[in-house]
């Protein structure tokens, strides 16, 4: 039997609890029917001992690289790690033959093996996954290569390769997320921008606090940032290379204000709410000319616009109905489809990488919801409740949601959580302080 094969129920129970209905998964041993009963997804179990140092290379990196190995694939939810004092075999040598009966004897499903080298300010990680069940290595060995300093994003790129092969979805963990980095008593909060790591490692900061700045957006090359800052006292768009640090304003006209900016997919426009007079309309702007072209033109609220992937639809919000819904258009303006169509109030809405899904900020009955819909407006479903959670992002894989949560009450703080599409896993992303308004990365180059 396959790896597949034997995960194949735990990720068709996570794909059909979100459906809601019957899955066909397909795998080396022939189709499986899964039947959803309950949303309970017992986690295949791993091994991943320590990677083996050679050349000389210090037994801490190949420690630390394991650590964030097993970090990254348990925080999924769907893998659990076998601990170490739990192992019959041991390994001490990247070439040796795998002994799979005493991995088996321990119920280890996947087996994760790797070595770590260095040479001057270089380090390589190497690794091989093997399905203990059916004896065999699955695909061939990899090799990474970086700098000392980028050891982690080595430790993710296995983390990426691994968990691919088995879930057949694509990568995430070795991508960045950018939010608000927040301090200071809730009525006179301090906001500055910070990028990490997406489990809250390498932490940055990209501004000082000495204006309001909220919104930051990652470029499709995740090497430039589109945010709104207050500097002015009225809201502005500007936008930031990370390489140099340099920043400039977009989109400057007398007497407006200009927020919730957003890139196209090619990375050359940007798509954006400009208010004046008290009429908020999207407008996108060509960051080559300075040329703004309107794309809407009503009597209300339109903002927080989003590409759809192929760049050829724009998802926003508008209160043209009476209350905040979500409508999609053509990405060169005119009719709008009103989507939305439950009780309560939509803002908030992104398209998933994928074009699949469109997840939103939901607020009804004195609750606020992350939910996720097609882009016609159905399967609506909602992943989260909570005093107030808002803001979503969408992993480069489409698979996970991070967004803000706030706690209630006069010392209520923000911090940043993450929740699959199915409504399984929340967790804490933790951060340094209160945090707000993440925008997660596409994957790493």
């Known amino acids: 039997m396959s790896l597949f094969r034997t995960l194949a129920p735990v990720l068709a129970l996570a794909v059909g609890f979100f459906l809601g209905g019957s899955i066909q998964s397909s795998a080396q041993q022939g189709p499986l029917r899964i039947t959803i009963s309950d949303g309970v997804i017992e986690p295949l179990p791993f091994a991943v001992p320590q990677f083996i140092p050679e050349n000389g290379a210090s037994s801490d990196y190949a420690t630390q690289i394991t650590q964030v190995i097993a970090a990254d694939l348990s ?59 059916s004896g065999q290595q699955m695909g061939e060995g990899l090799q990474f290569a970086g700098t000392l300093a980028t050891w982690r994003r080595m430790a993710h790129k296995v983390s990426d390769a ?10 995430y963990f070795d991508s960045r997320v950018v939010f608000v980095s927040e301090s200071g008593p809730k009525n006179q909060r301090q906001k500055r921008l910070a990028v990490m790591d997406y ?19 990652f470029s499709p090359t995740s090497n430039q940032i589109l945010f709104t800052s207050y500097e002015s006292g009225f809201p502005r768009i500007y936008l930031m290379d990370i ?97 939305s169509g439950g009780a309560g109030r939509y803002s908030t809405p992104v398209w998933s990488p994928q074009g699949d899904y469109i997840a939103f900020t939901k607020q009804n009955a004195g609750r606020f919801h992350i939910g996720v819909m097609r882009a016609d407006g159905s399967e609506e479903r909602l992943l989260t409740a909570s005093f107030l959670d808002e803001g979503p992002t969408w992993a480069p894989n489409g698979r996970v949601i991070m967004f803000t949560r706030e706690t209630a009450g006069v010392g209520g703080r ?32």
């Open 75 to 133: 925080g999924t939810g769907l893998f659990r790690e076998i601990p170490a004092s739990a192992y019959i075999s041991r390994v001490s040598n990247f070439d040796a033959p795998v002994a799979y009966e005493d991995w088996k004897a321990i119920n280890a499903q996947a087996l994760i093996t790797g070595a770590v080298s260095t040479s001057g300010n270089k380090i390589f990680v190497k690794f091989r996954l093997f399905d203990v069940f």
């Open 162 to 171: 691994v968990y691919s092969r088995i879930t057949g979805e694509g990568p």
């Open 199 to 217: 489990d809250g490692a390498n932490l940055a900061y990209l501004t000082d606090s000495s204006s309001i700045v909220l919104a930051p957006r």
């Open 243 to 339: 390489g140099s640090m340099r920043v400039q304003a977009l989109a400057q006209q007398k007497g407006t204000m200009t927020f919730a900016p957003r890139f196209s997919p090619d990375g050359r426009k940007v798509v954006f709410s400009l208010e004046r007079g008290g009429n908020s309309d999207i407008y996108q702007l060509d960051i080559g000319s300075g040329q703004t072209r309107q794309l809407t033109n009503a009597p209300s609220i339109e903002t927080a616009p989003s590409f759809s992937p192929d760049g050829s639809q724009i998802v926003f919000e508008s209160d043209r109905s009476g209350t905040q819904q979500i409508y999609v258009m053509s990405a060169a303006g005119g009719d709008a489809v009103r989507i």
């Open 414 to 445: 923000p911090s940043l959580f993450a929740v699959d599409i199915s409504g399984r896993n929340l967790r804490q992303v933790m951060t340094d302080g209160p945090a707000s308004d993440p925008a997660w990365s596409p994957l790493l180059p």
